[in-house]
């Protein structure tokens, strides 16, 4: 097929010769590999024609539309739809050949899983939350590739090759990582949880667990973000994750960062209490351009569902680190007694939350040793 670049507008933005011939290079051998034009021609409108060859290759070759990789994988096209949309995926046109031979390998896993017993709605909440980590995975594997590739001065064909070659060579190795580390955590899960004799008896998990409950958040964020731009921001909050990340050790599981947030969970209160506590400490030798931390710490029955935590421990530990001083660790009740051997504890002001009857006591913690009288009372 011969196309001219030129009069297609394939060429413009090119800044001098040396730019024109390595795209034109590039797009010959796109063309060569039946991509078509409409697609090139979104791809240069939108600065993206460099990243094209490792899209393909990530992409496969479309041969199926849902309906046939439903009916093949033997699962019915309904279900097979919600499981995509539980992904995050997009749903393919009726008719529109999209769908490659891993989509229909992915189906037929599908099928085997219900098959297996496994609930229906289960599985869509499992995908939710593999979808939601997976592009968290994938934005991380993107940023650290173009920060590896990327030289001063490439064209869009060694950019484009050298992605398309590390695609090639990367994903398989990322694929046997991330089934390790799903070995892994589903071991340490499985040694965590305790299957009772209610449980047998009834053939279901209980719905609530008793759990610990944390939040650490950044002092003044919102004011450090008027005076940051957004990819200092980006990286003070990515640095926030680095920081709960590494003292997230079990039983102490990092749930989420949301922002200038962490939240952590523990079966125990201790280990999470020692965890906030460097955590906090953490953030202190970043340095003055690092935001203070302060952190909240509850006790109660909660509810896992979608990788997150839900109940009233969770909704007061995150009240309980607003009003939290800056570089303290508050704890209620609940959290200082089923702690408080390995602590020094000081009465904070109680305080009124929403939703909660009474004032709520609260108490900082700080480790054995630590400078400061035990009775003393926070401001």
Known sequence: MSVDFEAEGLLEGCRDEDERAARRHLLEQLLRDAVPLEELKLAVAEDRLALLPAERALAGDGRYTLAEVAERAGIDERFLVAERQAFGMSVPAPGEKTLTDDDLGAAERIKQFRDAGLPDEGMLEAARVMGQSMANVAAASRRLVGQALLQPGDTEL?????????????????????????????????????????????????????????????????????????????????RLAVLAAGVAEPPVRLVKTIGDAAMLVSDAAEPLIVAVLDLVAAADEEGEDFPELRAGVAVGEALNSGGDWYGSPVNLASRVTAVARPGSVLATTDARDAAADGFRWSRAPARHFKGIDGRVPLYRARRLGEDGDASERDD
């Open 158 to 238: 060694e950019v484009g090759r050298r992605y398309a070659d590390s695609v090639a060579e990367l994903g398989p190795l990322m694929g046997t990582l991330l089934e390790h580390q799903w070995r892994l955590h589903m071991r340490e899960g499985l040694r965590r949880d305790a299957v009772g004799r209610a449980e047998r008896e009834s053939g279901r998990l209980a719905g609530g667990t008793t759990v610990s409950v944390a939040f650490a958040d950044m002092v003044d964020f919102t004011r450090l973000g008027e005076r940051l731009p957004a990819a200092d921001l980006g990286r003070v909050a990515g």
